[in-house]
């Protein structure tokens, strides 16, 4: 069933698809086919329609193409209540829900608090003049709404990927690890090479392997990503990566036990 939900990112990791049976077993147009119908499955309803001409339109082709291309994709998918359906969509996407859910109404509760802070300096009379406040100089480049939830997506991949032990200061985290893509035009460009070298060097390394992991806050400030360490004598066969309502989780389980803590 269409959940009706839109979504404007969700993970992909370059170096799992690249090494994917499936990639290989498709042609080029292909895979232009599958990707197209699978962005539609993440961002737009969780699923695809049955009709041909709504999944023409859809991969933006016509039916010629469409349905030579069909024949090897249509395989990826299930049906579902005479929908078609994805596995890894169906596991990765309410998580990405929850997750997306909870960030809007925070920032609405921080909004809500903002409002009511320059209300309350307002009413009691600001001793600061507009020509001091204006002389004060800006230590930060101004976001706009959307870009401040972009920049959090790239997080929120670099997070994922980060051993649990040392996902600490969150806060002073993403600060940093936008402040590092801020000078970048292409900044998915770059964000996919600290995710491929991440992938590559350091989930596969010894010292993470040995539980010898730095606060995520240190490791992006340092940029070590950029450091290839030695990799650990034995790999697991493959990297179980934990979903966003995993992390979610493991953070609302933090929290409580600083406040345990603090009590």
């Not at 197209?36 to 309803?45: F, P, S, T």
């Not at 249509?74 to 996407?93: P, Q």
């Not at 003049?129 to 959307?146: D, G, I, K, L, V």
Request: aromatic letters at 10%; charged letters at 30%; proline letters at 5%.
């Amino acid at each position: 069933m269409a959940d009706g939900v839109k979504l404007h990112s969700y993970p992909w990791y370059i170096s799992n698809w690249r090494d994917s049976v499936t990639r290989l077993n498709l042609s080029l147009a292909e895979r232009g086919l599958y990707r197209e119908l699978l962005d539609y499955c993440y961002a737009v309803d969780g699923s695809l329609p049955p009709e041909e001409r709504l999944l023409v339109s859809i991969a933006a082709t016509n039916p010629s193409e469409f349905r030579k291309a069909w024949k090897a994709v249509k395989n990826l998918f299930e049906v579902r209540d005479g929908r078609y359906v994805h596995r890894k969509v169906d596991e990765v996407r309410p998580g990405l829900i929850e997750y997306h859910k909870n960030r809007a109404e925070a920032g609405k509760r921080g909004g809500l608090a903002r409002t009511r802070q320059l209300s309350s300096s307002s009413a009691s009379g600001s001793a600061k003049t507009q020509p001091e406040a204006e002389a004060r100089p800006s230590r930060t480049r101004s976001r706009t709404t959307s870009e401040v939830g972009w920049l959090s997506d790239l997080f929120e991949e670099f997070a994922a990927l980060y051993p649990a032990k040392g996902r600490t200061k969150l806060p002073l985290a993403i600060d940093n690890y936008k402040a590092h893509l801020d000078p970048f035009l292409d900044r998915q460009t770059e964000h996919a090479r600290i995710i491929g070298r991440m992938r590559e060097w350091w989930i596969p390394s010894d010292l993470w392997a040995k539980g010898f992991v730095m606060s995520m806050d240190a490791f992006i400030e340092l940029k070590r990503w950029n450091e290839e360490p030695e990799r650990a004598k034995t790999q697991p066969h493959e990297q179980q990566l934990p979903t966003a309502q995993e992390l979610m989780a493991r953070d609302r389980e933090e929290q409580e036990r600083r406040a345990v803590d603090n009590a």
